[in-house]
């Protein structure tokens, strides 16, 4: 399978955890990387490489796996991580770069 | 600091060509790839093409193959994006991102860490 799937919204209240998955076979060989996009906004890198931290990213935002899913979890979401976040890695083949859908995540 | 710093927005009829220009600062532009990205107005992300900073090698969806042609110029550390025989679908911000790949045990990993300004194309007669 060539697709990464994600549900298209979840919420969370203020200061709650959140789980955002991500799930495909291409995740069995590739680490997913995780963005975050805001509206009118380049996405940003919020955790590539299984579960590294880009510089800046706060450490409220973690990545793990379970066989072909990819989870981004957001420990005390605040209010400026309301924003579609998208699961990106390569095909198995590593020719092809896919993308899932994003999660369009609000913070209540 | 890392910069992609790309080409400015550009109105084009039907048919028309574009070539768009990602000029990279701030890393040795041949160790990374670049990869190019667009979105749609109220869409997804929707990879099109990477390319090698070091050889050039390229990969592009299928889609885009055929009417997307990728190249570099190491000697201004600049990745080109042209695409051809617009339509009014090909209306979108389109990106250029730095792009990693290698593996890592047994597993690979893959990431964009590094995004450009953003190239907004309208398509439209």
């Known amino acids: 399978s060539s697709e990464l799937t994600q549900a298209p919204a979840v919420s969370v209240a203020l200061g709650q955890t959140v789980t955002i998955t991500c799930q495909g076979d291409?995740?069995?060989?590739?680490?997913a990387s995780w963005y975050q996009q805001k509206p009118g906004q380049a996405p940003v890198s919020v955790i590539h490489y299984k579960d590294i931290r880009p510089s800046g990213i706060p450490d409220r935002f973690s990545g793990s796996y379970s066989g072909n899913t990819a989870s981004l979890t957001i420990a005390g979401a605040q209010a400026e991580d309301e924003a579609v976040y998208y699961c990106n890695s390569r095909d198995s083949s590593g020719n092809y770069v896919l993308f899932g859908g994003g999660t369009k995540l609000t913070v209540l | 600091q890392v910069q992609l710093v790309q080409s400015g927005a550009e109105v084009l009829r039907p048919g028309a060509s574009m070539k768009v220009s990602c000029k990279s600062s701030?890393?040795?532009?041949?160790?990374?790839?670049i990869n190019w990205v667009r979105q749609a107005s109220g869409q997804g992300l929707e990879w099109m093409g990477w390319?090698?900073?070091?050889?050039?090698?390229?990969g592009l969806a299928q889609k885009f193959q055929g009417r997307v042609s990728l190249t570099r110029d190491t000697s201004i550390n600049t990745a080109y994006m042209q695409l051809s025989d617009l339509r009014p679908e090909d209306t979108a911000v389109y990106y250029c991102a730095r792009g990693d790949y290698d593996s890592s045990g047994d597993h690979f990993y893959f990431y964009m860490d590094v995004w450009g300004t953003g190239t907004p194309v309208t398509v439209s007669s």
């Open positions: 701030g890393y040795t532009f041949t160790t990374y790839e």
């Open positions: 390319m090698s900073g070091s050889n050039g090698d390229a």
């Open positions: 291409s995740l069995k060989t590739f680490y």
